[in-house]
Each structure stands twice: as C-alpha cells, then as structure tokens.
C-alpha cells in the first residue's frame, strides 16, 4: 500500500497539524509532514491549508538545488521529451518537470500547459517534497491539501495530481515530475511505477547536465590556462599563433586589412641588471596592462618572447596601426611603473606590418614586423617603424 492510501484521519487532527505548521515553524520534521500528508484524501475536506509545510533540511535542499543551476535555465527537449512520456504513460492532458524554490515553482518544462512558475504556497508539487516517493491525489477537489489551490478552484480546474519526487544523489528533494487532470481519477499501480521510473529518469538528466556544465567550464578554464602568458595575462606565443593562423584566413577570405605590431622593450636587461629581476616582471606586468586598456576589445594581444609583445589588429589598415602604434609607443614612454618604493620608467620599440596586395602568411607577417621593429632600434629606439 502506497503510503497515500493510508487509514484516513480525523480532519481535525489535520487542521491543527496544519496550524502548528503554518505558524512560523518551517523547520518540520518528515514525521510531522506525514502527518499533514496522509489521511485526508476521502471523506470531510479539511479546513484549506494557508501554508504548505517546509522540509525539516529545507536550506539544504536549496543549497541542492541551486548547485544544479537549473532555475531559469534554457528549455531542453530531452526534459520536454520526458514530460511528454510521462503524459502519454499516465493518459493525462498535462505533464510538468517541475523545481520547488524557495518561494516559487519553476517549471523546467510542460506538456499541454505554457510553462510558467508559481507562488509556492500555490502549487501542488511543494507536497511531493515533503515525502518519498508519490503523491497521489485522485480528488484535488476533496483534499485539503489542493483544495483551495487556484490551480484546482480557478480556471483550469484540476481534479487530479500525481507527483513523483525528483530526489538527488544525496538525498534531497528538489522538485516532480508530475501529471494532471481535469477530471478525477486514480493511475493504476502500473502508471504510478513508470512515473516513478520516469522522475529518477529526469533527475539522473538533471544531473547530467550539471556534469555537462562542470566538464565545460574545466575545458575552459584549462583552455584559458594554456592559452595564457602567466605574467602579462596576455596570450602565449602557442595562442598568438593559433589566433594569427585564424586572422590571416579571415583577412584573405572577406578581403580586409590585418595587421600586426611587435613590440620589444628597450634596454629591459638594464631593468633586471640594475633592479633586479623582479623589476623587469613589474615592468612586463605593468606593460601587459597597458597594452590591455589601450587596445581595442577585437585586438588581439600576447607575449611573443621574454621582453616582446606582439597585437593583431583586425580590419586595420597599415594607416590606422602605425597610428595606434604610435599612441602605444607614447603611453608606454609616459608610464611610471612603482615597485619595491623604486619608479621604473621604459621606452619601445615598435614594428608595424600588414597585409597587402599579396597577403603574406603569418609568419612572413612576423618576419615583417620583426624587421621594422629591429629598424626602429637601429634607428634610435622609442620608435614605430611601418614595415
Ligand atoms: N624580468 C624579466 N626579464 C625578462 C623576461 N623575459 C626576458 N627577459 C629579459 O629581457 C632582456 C632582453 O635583453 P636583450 O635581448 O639584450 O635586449 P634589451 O636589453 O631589451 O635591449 P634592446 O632590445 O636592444 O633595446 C634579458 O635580460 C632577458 O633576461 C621576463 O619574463 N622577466
């Protein structure tokens, strides 16, 4: 026997199990919410309940909840296809994955209805979370639990719900799959068994794609990490070269400018000589930073070598680089680097290339800045060379 078909209770009791809870005490026990779960579905209807119990582990079960980060999420046909499932199984118009939230529930999605969330005190699911198992309500007309809901009193009028819990690897019950109708009726054991199957079904995807999540945001972070110089917070020189790879296609297919500037820091060795090799990292860091807000978002900057720093610049002309070449040249002859109460000051040296007529690969391109960038140190240093 389902614990939802147990020996019916005097409605009274109900009423005042009810109030206890209702007044203030959202820290009940399961034992307390079987009291208010079983025994009331035939028979007198109990005074309509004001407030829906709260799980005794109810900040945990939200904590549970919210490390899924389910709420709000995109639809996905899969939790779609389940609904439907569930629907068809359980002969019912009406089918919902649902998540109960603090003070809403959420709907992941719904079959036969436009998913929408609901106070919580409204909505039938935040009983299922209370117990294992089912919830099965043949008459919501007749229950005091679902009673006065305005699912059941209002316009969509639903006599019937089932709602199976969808219980987490460690225990919680964060929401249902659940079915509805609008006439009364009781599933057969049958449909209640494959509704249960079904709910640990949308659970275990529920888990899935949190696992899916986790297992991106690794890729990324380890992507980031191997794509990035530890110092400036630039991209390494395996990245500048993917990147380069990448702008030289895009530059030849829709025919616009690339181009590129190489960056090398003047005298640096006299900066570790005479500051020491902490200085020259200050520096480095300092010059990271700089070359970040003087960039625009769609440029692309990394740490070519030790003291060279190289930026593509998309869909820019040779004009518009030895342009921003130059106000990178005097910014980085302006800044003051402040470290270990010493101020560091450096100049550059700049080489400026792009791709022309006959676009060069991108390595022929380096070559090309390299060698305007070695031009400007023949020539006197703190300068920008145009290849
Ligand atoms: N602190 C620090 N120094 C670095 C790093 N990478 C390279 N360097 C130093 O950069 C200096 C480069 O020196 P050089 O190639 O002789 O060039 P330079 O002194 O800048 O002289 P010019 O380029 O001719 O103006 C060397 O002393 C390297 O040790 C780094 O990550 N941190």
Redesign the pocket.
């Known amino acids: 026997m389902s614990s939802d078909t147990h020996a019916i209770r005097d409605s009274a009791d109900l009423r005042n199990a009810s109030c206890e809870n209702i007044n203030g005490n959202t820290n009940l026990h399961s034992t307390e919410c079987d009291d208010l779960l079983e025994g009331h579905s035939r028979g007198e209807i109990p005074e309509a309940c004001t407030s829906i119990p709260r799980p005794h582990n109810e900040s945990a079960r939200l904590a549970a909840l919210r490390r899924y980060l389910i709420l709000d999420s995109p639809e996905d046909d899969a939790f779609k296809f389940l609904a439907e499932v569930a629907a068809d199984v359980c002969d019912a118009p009406f089918a919902l994955v649902t998540l109960v939230d603090e003070d809403r529930v959420w709907v992941k999605s719904a079959v036969g209805i436009i998913p929408c969330e609901s106070p919580r005190n409204q909505n039938c699911c935040s009983w299922v979370i209370l117990k294992e198992g089912l919830v099965d309500i043949p008459d919501t007309t007749q229950d005091g639990r679902t009673a006065s809901l305005e699912i059941v009193t209002g316009e969509l009028g639903i006599q019937m719900y089932v709602g199976a819990n969808l219980v987490t690897h460690d225990g919680y019950s964060i929401g249902t799959l659940c079915v509805l109708d609008r006439r009364p009726r009781q599933l057969t054991d049958r449909q209640k068994y494959l509704l249960l199957g079904l709910a640990k079904q949308a659970m275990a995807l529920i888990e899935l794609r949190s696992h899916e999540r986790l297992l991106t945001d690794s890729m990324e972070r380890l992507e980031h990490i191997a794509s990035t110089d530890v110092?400036t917070g630039l991209l390494n020189r395996r990245a500048l070269f993917e990147r380069l790879d990448i702008e030289i296609e895009r530059s030849r297919r829709y025919a616009s400018p690339l181009s590129l500037v190489l960056i090398?820091?003047?005298?640096?060795?006299?900066?570790?000589?005479n500051h020491g090799?902490?200085?020259?990292?200050a520096?480095?860091r300092a010059i990271g930073n700089l070359i970040g807000t003087t960039k625009r978002a769609l440029d692309i900057a990394a740490r070519y070598?030790?003291?060279e720093l190289c930026i593509l610049l998309p869909q820019t002309s040779i004009e518009g680089a030895f342009s921003f070449a130059e106000t990178l040249r005097r910014n980085i002859h302006d800044l003051r680097i402040e470290h270990s109460g010493q101020t560091l000051a450096v100049t550059a040296?700049l080489g400026v290339a792009s791709t022309g007529i006959a676009t060069p690969d991108g390595k022929q391109l380096l070559a090309l800045a390299d060698k305007a960038m070695y031009a400007a140190?023949r020539d006197g240093?703190n300068k920008v060379v145009v290849a």
């Not at 005298?267 to 000589?273: E, G, L, P, Q, R």
């Not at 090799?277 to 990292?281: E, N």
Request: no cysteine; charged share 35%.
């Open positions: 110092l090398d820091l003047d005298h640096f060795k006299a900066v570790n000589d090799h902490q200085a020259g990292d520096v480095l070598g030790g003291e040296s140190k240093r």
